[in-house]
Every structure is written in C-alpha cells, then in structure tokens.
C-alpha cells in the first residue's frame, strides 16, 4: 500500500466522491479551496492506493511548521474492515515523522447523538492505533470535536495556529475553544 500525492484530475475526482460521502455538509471546506491549498504547497490530497494502483481511500492533511493536521481521513465503504485504515496511519505516521500529527473527531461524551456508537467506534479505531486524546474541546463550525494527537500532545494554540495559517481569519474563528475535558 502507498500514499500518493494526487494532482490528476480522474483520481481527484475519486477522492471528491469519497470526500462527498464520507463527511457531513457542515465538516467539508470547499474542495476547489483545498485544491488551491495543495497547489500552494500547504495542503497534501494523497490518495490511499494499493500495489496495484487502485483507490483505496484518502487523506488530506493541512501543514504548518512542525505541526500536521489530518483534515480529512476515509478509507472506501467497500475497503473498510481489511486493516486498511491502520495500515494507511501507519504510512501517515512515517511520512510526518519529524511533525506533532493531529486530528478531530466528533465528540464521544455527548450521548444524545444519533451516530454515537459510530463515534466511539471511530475514537476506538484511532486509539487502537497510538493516538491520544487531548485535554479539552473544541467547537469545528459549531460542532463539539475531541482532538487527538500521535506522536507528541499539542496545545489548544498549536492547534489552532493551522487554522488561522492554513485556512484563514473566517474560518479559524468558526474553531474555538469549549472546554478542559479533566
């Protein structure tokens, strides 16, 4: 398996159908934004592929200094369950490894959500595989995120130090602080 930097127009298309499907409306940026990021040289759309070169899934990660947010992270509906996903972390982790690597998930505390058992499992799924959790949350566009870490813990500043770099004044105020979770 492997990790491709994608500018071709057809395996752009095959991420922004997974992008499309596998996150909500109010968690996506506008994919022509995050294109212009890539073509910038802070943004990285990589293709998640196998050895025979098929789509896999996808990752989309912000960069700024030494800190590297995973925006956006899915492995195909029809691909999930073969270890694909923690294979493709794996090969995040190496092509980051001089970088404090991050990412948010919906929050777990909140019980009257209806993908709750999605959530955790999804938390679970990041926490099988070496990451931790940060100590507080944060609001993503008005929805309660927990932010996890890999390699080193990250403050609530570093964190949103890529907002304000990578996407801007408006959208880094759409991300604020909630709250210590201890």
Do not use: C
């Amino acid at each position: 398996m492997k990790l491709v930097k994608t500018k071709n127009p057809k395996h752009l298309l095959n991420i922004y159908k997974l992008y499309l499907k596998a996150f909500p409306k109010n968690e996506r940026k506008p994919f022509p934004f995050i294109l212009l990021k890539q073509w910038r040289g802070t943004t990285e759309v990589l293709s998640i592929k196998n050895n025979k070169g098929e789509f896999l899934g996808l990752a989309i990660t912000a960069l700024h200094n030494d800190l590297v947010l995973i925006a956006y992270f899915a492995v195909s509906s029809t691909q999930r369950g073969g270890g694909i996903g923690s294979k493709a972390l794996q090969l995040l982790k190496e092509r980051y490894s001089n970088k404090k690597i991050f990412l948010e998930i919906e929050n777990t505390e909140i019980s009257n959500v209806p993908n709750l058992k999605e959530r955790i499992k999804r938390k679970n799924f990041y926490l099988k595989n070496d990451m931790k959790e940060m100590p507080f949350i944060v609001s993503f566009f008005g929805t309660e995120m927990e932010v996890l870490t890999y390699n080193f813990p990250i403050t609530f500043e570093e964190y949103h130090s890529v907002y304000k770099k990578e996407f801007g004044k408006i959208i880094s105020r759409k991300v604020r602080f909630i709250r210590n979770k201890y």
